[in-house]
Nanobody, 123 residues
Framework: QVQLVESGGGLVQAGGSLRLSCAASAGTFSNYGMGWFRQAPGKEREYVAVITWNGGITDYADSVKGRFTISRDNAKNTAYLQIDSLKPEDTAVYYC????????????????WGQGTQVTVSS
């Protein structure tokens, strides 16, 4: 069973940047595709980005394309989400998740989830 812990969230002004980290333990990290999702207050959880086990394929939601970058370091058992040009509408709790599938845009495909890290963007 994989355990995931996110970090790196915080309060930032619009236009700023953050780097979220997702540290994995208790499992073979490189066996899993890794995704990032977010949930804003009063809204459903939504897909943000995904990366395959070796980083060979990445995908992004249209709303973050060009501003967010997903990456991973299998030697460090860590996935990352670099967030640039932040907008107030990016305010949400950000979750990382692990899937046994190669990759998926659907939260239902993910087997393990972190507890989330809050990102708040002020205008």
């Amino acid at each position: 069973q994989v355990q995931l812990v996110e970090s790196g969230g915080g309060l930032v002004q619009a236009g700023g940047s953050l780097r979220l980290s997702c540290a994995a333990s208790a499992g073979t990290f490189s066996n899993y595709g890794m995704g990032w999702f977010r949930q804003a207050p009063g809204k459903e959880r939504e897909y943000v980005a995904v990366i395959t086990w070796n980083g060979g394929i990445t995908d992004y939601a249209d709303s973050v394309k060009g501003r967010f970058t997903i990456s991973r370091d299998n030697a460090k058992n860590t996935a990352y989400l670099q967030i640039d040009s932040l907008k107030p509408e990016d305010t949400a709790v950000y979750y990382c998740a692990a899937t046994r599938m190669t990759w998926s845009l659907s939260s239902a495909a993910y087997d393990y989830w972190g507890q989330g890290t809050q990102v708040t963007v002020s205008s």
